[in-house]
Every structure is written in C-alpha cells, then in structure tokens.
C-alpha cells in the first residue's frame, strides 16, 4: 500500500515554543491530509482536513490560529502547534487521500509530543 | 453521535480465530463498513471494509449480517503481532458533502492475542 511518513517522530519542547511535524506522502500524491490527535487511552480525534492548496478546515473546538495547517503540495502537509503548553502534549497522526475519487486514506506513523 | 459499538476489549489465544463483532444498527444505503486497527504508538492501518457482501482478503474476513446492520471481523489465526485496538466505522463512499472522506474513530476493541 502506499506510505506516510512523519517527521520527527517524537519531539519534546519548553512551553511558549512552537513545534512544527511534517506530514509527507511518499509515493502517491495527496489531494487531501487529516489531522489527528489522540491522547493517552482516548481514541483518534480529527483535528483538521486540508486540501493542496486551499485553508484547511478545522473541527469545532480546535485552534485555527494555534494550530497551523499547511498544505503547499500534493505530497507535504505540516502542521505547526504554536506557543505549546502541557496541556497540547499528545500523539499526533497525519493521514492522506491520494486524488478526488479515492477513498482510501493512509496513515502516517504518529509524532508524539511531550511540551515540558 | 457514535454510529459503531464495540465491546471495549476481548482476549483471544494465539493460533485461533478472532472474531470482532460491531453493531451498526443506524446504517445508511450508502454507507460501507471500514475497520483499521491500531498497534500501541503507531498509525492506524487499514484492515478491510465492505457494503453488503462478505469480503475476504490476506489480513481478514469480514461478515456483514443481511440486513447490514451488525458485522463481523475475522482474523483467522491470530497471532501475537494481532494485538491492537480494532476500530469498525461507517462511512459513505465517495463524496456527499463537507465531512465526505472523514474517518470517524469510536473506541474500539482492545485485541489482546495471549499465548
């Protein structure tokens, strides 16, 4: 199947810093990346869906402006969690459509961020 | 609103067959049934899905009962890398508006395969 890789994998931060996670699909163009966030023992919540080339559309409840979403090419979506607090650490998922009709979505591999 | 339900977790001896029952009494004409499963600290990987027929591939089987409104997943020899949550969700195919393409997740069954 196809590949979804996340960069970094992990990654710890001091609060008040913004972390940026890369979301890339390997070997097939992504017309459309979700967002997730799971936290400890809880399922995975959509945070946001972005589109190449258009603002994403986020979920009721989730930050717009502490969340950045962009997705500036068919195989690279990045999602920045500005002034990170605690309370934002969580395992964050990426996932992705290849084209307009499909319906399978990939799943990247997760990042899990600890804001200390 | 949950569409799904599961039962939270089950146990399962390696070697012998999984069977993950979903009650999706609230389903849609359109809708297809999806299940992924997700190892502790990775992505969810897809399993299967299907709308009426059973369908069968390399990882599982899936039933869906005739009036589609409960199903079944089917691992056939579990072993001990089968151990996840499973996740069992509705979707439409293809699109039918804003949302179209979303997973949403539920809870889950929590797969433990015991040696």
């Known amino acids: 199947g196809a590949v979804v890789s996340q960069h970094p994998s992990r990654v710890i931060c001091k609060s008040g810093t913004s972390v940026k996670i890369e979301c890339r699909s390997l070997d097939f163009q992504a017309t459309t990346m979700f967002w997730y966030r799971q936290f400890p023992k809880q399922s995975l919540m959509l945070m946001a869906t972005s589109n190449e080339g258009s603002k994403a559309t986020y979920e009721q409840g989730v930050e717009k ?23 934002d650490s969580s395992f964050y998922i990426c996932s992705a459509k290849e084209g307009l009709t499909s319906y399978e979505q990939y799943f990247g591999p997760g990042t899990r961020l600890t804001v200390t | 609103d949950a569409k799904t339900t599961q039962p939270p977790s089950m146990d399962c001896a390696e070697g012998r067959a999984a069977n993950l029952p979903c009650n999706h009494s609230t389903i849609s004409g359109n809708e297809y049934v999806y299940w992924y499963r997700q190892i502790h600290s990775q992505g969810p990987q897809y399993i299967i899905h299907g709308l009426k027929n059973n369908e069968t591939n390399e990882m599982a089987s899936l039933i869906i009962t005739e009036d589609r409104k409960s199903s079944t997943l089917i691992l056939p020899h579990a072993t001990l890398r089968d151990t996840a949550v499973y996740y069992c969700i509705v979707r439409p195919e293809g699109y039918s508006g804003a949302g179209s393409y979303q997973l949403t997740f539920g809870k889950g069954t929590k797969l433990s395969v015991i040696p």
Request: proline residues 4%.
């Open chain 1, 65 to 87: 402006d502490k969340f950045l979403i962009n997705h500036a090419s068919l195989t690279l979506s990045t999602l920045t969690v500005t002034s990170a607090h605690p309370e």
